[in-house]
């Protein structure tokens, strides 16, 4: 045997033995192999921050796996959006997002292609409606006075909502386009700060959730966005009674998404978890119970509705004269 075949065999042991032992580790480290972190771009005890913390207590049901969630808040979600890029993208950084962190992107006339598009959108967990909040003990508080109202004010009346550009805004503008009215939108720092003020008599309406009236006996969802009534809110009406099309399926939704790139077997291992905690009993009563519908929806689907969300912010920022 000449040198040169005695060296081609060596180097093909060589390879056989290395994509063994790396087959070998790969059979003994499967995903995951070391705690994966969930990133919240909330404070703790946000909505976010509770959803992926009672999402960890449950999934230990069915998974050894780790999870260490953390909080890295600011500017809109894109600090935290912004950490895990700069993470590998390995499947053991998550973050999670809301409707909010997508909406805000195009209000603040951020890099679409990259606080947005550069994630996998893997897996969402829950819709949340959207709804018009009023005082009860206002005199203006029913949908009907609050139409006749703004179109009395033309234009003055005041809504109100935490931030500038976020989802709650985008939801107020569909609103006063589909039911042909206008008026002001005055944020606040925060959702109870904005409630606070409706409860003082500062506007005479909110852009939230349905469970945002919970523990707050004054304020009552005057229209909800669903194609039915709530059975948690029966005397909620939707829009399509109050005669405003087109606003049956607006939504707060919570998820995660993952760095583009993140190897498909730990996108289908966290798919997998996250449809066997849908079914749970414990998460679907704890959410169910604040009108929030429980899914699973995987990476099609939930792409489909981010790219919506896009698109409905770019058209109502523009109307309205947020961006250009």
Sequence with gaps: M??????????????????SFA???AAKNPFPSKPIRIINYVAPGGLMD?????????????????????????????????????????????????????????????DVDKYIWGFDWVSMLMKDPECIISNVKLPIHDWADIVKDA??????????????????HLMAMKVWDKAGISAMWIPFESGPKAMAALMGGQGVAYVGNPADTTG?????????????RLPQYPDAPIFKELGVPDLDDEIMWRGF??????????????????EKVANDPEWKTFFEEQAIEVVAYRTDEFTRIVKKNVEDAEKYFKQFGIIK
């Design 2 to 19: 000449n040198n040169n075949r005695v060296r081609m065999l060596f180097v093909t042991l060589a390879a056989v033995l290395i994509l």
């Design 23 to 25: 087959a070998g580790a």
């Design 50 to 110: 509770v959803t992926t913390r009672k999402f960890t207590d449950v999934a230990s049901k069915y998974t050894d796996a780790v999870f260490v969630v953390e909080n890295r808040t600011g500017a809109g979600g894109l600090i935290g959006a912004e950490y895990v890029l700069g993470q590998p993208a390995d499947g053991y950084t998550i973050f999670a997002p809301t409707t909010s962190v997508v909406v805000q992107v195009v209000a603040t006339g951020s």
């Design 151 to 168: 179109k009395a004010k033309g234009g003055d009346q005041i809504w109100v909502g935490p931030s500038t550009g976020g989802n709650d």
């Design 216 to 228: 707050r006996p004054d304020l009552i969802v005057c229209a909800v966005s669903s194609d039915e």
């Design 257 to 274: 998404s993952v760095k583009k790139g993140t190897p498909p077997e730990a996108v289908a291992w966290l798919q997998d978890l996250v």
